[in-house]
């Protein structure tokens, strides 16, 4: 990755470049992410954040919020504004790739059919 920035912070485009580059092998597993980080998150975001770990759609600040903390193990530079600065299509994404098995709610994307009426074959 190129150097950062004269201030010493990642340029946009070098987070999207880092972010793209995890991307295929990130695995988040929330289960091993160290209470000092949730506390870390919480600091961050002035926001409670036990309601959401584990949730199935939790709000962009918390998936931002988890996507820093566990990129940050490997990025130490990186910080949770820096995260800020992404497409939410690539937030998504990653969350995509580091979400574990989790059944959708919606059934996949396609929307409910009908169910088919019953008759009576008298």
Do not use: C
């Not at 201030?7 to 793209?20: D, F, H, K, S």
């Not at 695995?27 to 959401?52: A, F, H, M, V």
């Not at 580091?98 to 088919?116: K, L």
């Amino acid at each position: 990755m190129s150097e950062q920035n004269g201030n010493g912070q990642l340029t946009p485009e070098q987070v999207e470049a880092l972010v793209r580059e995890e991307i295929p092998t990130l695995k988040i597993n929330q289960g091993k992410i160290k209470l000092r980080e949730w506390d870390d998150l919480e600091d961050k975001t002035d926001q409670p954040i036990s309601p959401w770990i584990g949730a199935n759609f939790p709000p962009i600040w918390f998936q931002q919020g988890v996507l820093w903390l566990w990129l940050r193990r490997t990025h130490p530079q990186l910080t949770y504004e820096d995260l800020g600065e992404l497409d939410l299509e690539l937030l998504y994404e990653a969350r995509g790739a580091g979400a574990e098995d989790t059944p959708d709610p919606t059934g996949g994307g396609e929307p409910p059919t009908s169910p088919a009426s019953a008759t009576s074959g008298g």
